[in-house]
């Protein structure tokens, strides 16, 4: 307590008088440091980050017999040095507003991967919330005023996991051991972390970037939907991962062809829909009750919501697999953005190809993102402008040889104004030139048309 009391003292004398929150939260922390030395080993680490020094009392009394709790500030460096480097099991990181930490909670994900992470904030967007679920992949996301019981079953749910896993490693090592001993040299089987996938395609970084840039655009796009779907989306990017493996079997300028956009080469999908038929007759005929589900999937891909494509068979609308509903239309925005299209314009050709997409999906992955892709910009000439029209960017004419503004960037165009400036567009303004205006994207009704 001396020791506590010096430090406090050193603190005042170097920095002015602390005030209460700063008070209790150097008088606290010390004791939740030496109570995690004594905790006992087997303890999970559980680490809570906030700036809030009653939110890191609470939090460490509600969690201190359970875990063995570390507490640090809401920046990179407090973080590291509390925890000596060592990746923690569990993570709260508790804040206020969510721009102030954004950088701090993805390095924080950066150096330690492994760790799970609740989130527990003041104020939070939607926009953030998916932002902070792309960022640190978790869905244990809370806003307060929130139970903290909620925020308990949290880290339980993720503890039993954890030691399920256990009780399974621990009698895997037990039947080992007894095999051992009865001199049986049978091999312990590895698994592979099917993720593994990923890095792997990140790699054509440097051998194919029209590879790479597809996988790293679809996997964001991906992540962006999942929040909006109770569809497992992980099985979305695996797939995807996958799909792409099969396609970087094709020859290069096939590769190309296909996944820039271009598709001159008409026989591509047939090629590729035969490679995954080939791989899946294989793995069959090879391998003793192997789901075939995902290839099943793969080859699906390409066929249109409306049944249109291959496979010719009479598969179509919600009968076609959902991974493969997704990936098509995710690839054909792909397409879209790989020929200079805006987020705008290629939502826009997205939603007017009536019968290629299931509308739900494609009107979720507009929410994802964002207002971007609630309008878009196309070019008019003067006599065209309507009442109604929105301006994309401001209207100058030329009046008695002086350049003056007409309409403002954003403004909607009256009937009065609509009409003078079709009538006297070059007679008097001088306006031959076509104009941008932005027109809101309204997705059609029907799927089937």
């Not at 606290?28 to 809570?48: N, R």
């Not at 039947?175 to 790699?203: F, T």
């Not at 939907?225 to 497992?232: A, G, R």
């Not at 979305?236 to 094709?250: D, G, K, N």
Request: charged share 25%.
């Amino acid at each position: 307590m001396v020791l506590v009391l010096v430090y406090l003292f050193c603190i005042s004398f170097t920095s002015g008088s602390p005030n209460e929150e700063d008070l209790c939260f150097y008088i606290y922390q010390p004791f939740f440091a030496v109570d995690s030395i004594y905790e006992d080993i087997h303890l999970e680490k559980l680490l809570i980050v906030s700036d809030n020094p009653k939110a890191v009392r609470s939090l460490s009394v509600l969690f201190q017999h359970d875990y063995c709790v570390l507490t640090a500030k809401c920046d990179l460096d407090s973080i590291l040095a509390t925890t000596n480097n060592n990746t923690p099991d569990k993570v709260i990181f508790e804040f206020h507003e969510y721009s102030a930490v954004k950088d701090v909670l993805g390095k924080l994900k950066k150096s330690f991967y492994e760790a799970d992470i609740v989130v527990v904030c003041s104020v939070l967007s939607t926009e953030d919330r998916v932002d902070i679920k792309l960022k640190i992949q978790t869905d244990s996301i809370f806003t307060k005023p929130c139970s903290k019981s909620d925020i308990v079953n949290s880290l339980n749910n993720n503890k039993k996991k954890h030691m399920q896993f256990e009780s399974m490693f621990e009698k895997s090592c037990i039947k080992k051991s007894i095999s051992d001993s009865s001199n049986d040299l049978s091999i312990q089987k590895p698994k592979i972390d099917r993720r593994i996938m990923y890095p792997i395609l990140e790699a054509y970084e440097g051998k194919n970037v029209v590879l790479y840039r597809c996988y790293s655009r679809v996997s964001d796009a991906i992540h962006r939907m999942s929040c909006y779907f109770s569809f497992d989306f992980e099985y979305v990017h695996e797939l995807l991962a996958y799909y792409l493996s099969i396609i970087a079997t094709l020859d290069e300028h096939l590769i190309t062809n296909q996944l820039s956009g271009e598709h001159t080469e008409k026989r591509v999908i047939p090629l590729l829909v035969d490679q995954i038929e080939k791989v899946k007759s294989s793995a069959q005929a090879r391998l003793n009750h192997f789901d075939t589900t995902p290839l099943t999937d793969m080859i699906y891909i390409n066929k249109k919501f409306n049944g249109e494509g291959l496979p010719e068979d009479n598969i179509a609308g919600d009968r076609l697999p959902f991974a493969a509903r997704v990936l098509r239309l995710l690839f054909d925005f792909h397409y879209l953005q790989e020929t200079g299209k805006s987020i705008g314009e290629s939502v826009y050709i997205l939603s007017m190809r009536l019968g290629w997409y299931d509308r739900d999906i494609l009107v979720k992955f507009q929410m994802a993102l964002g207002e971007e892709a609630t309008s878009y910009c196309r070019e008019i000439f003067p006599l065209g402008l309507l009442a109604g029209m929105v301006m994309a960017q401001d209207l100058y004419v030329t009046i008695d040889g002086k350049e003056v503004v007409l309409i403002k960037d954003g403004q909607t165009l009256s009937e009065q104004k609509a009409y003078y400036i079709q009538r006297h567009a070059q007679d008097i303004f001088d306006i031959t030139e076509p104009v941008k205006i932005r027109e809101s994207i309204v997705l059609y009704e029907e799927c089937n048309a």
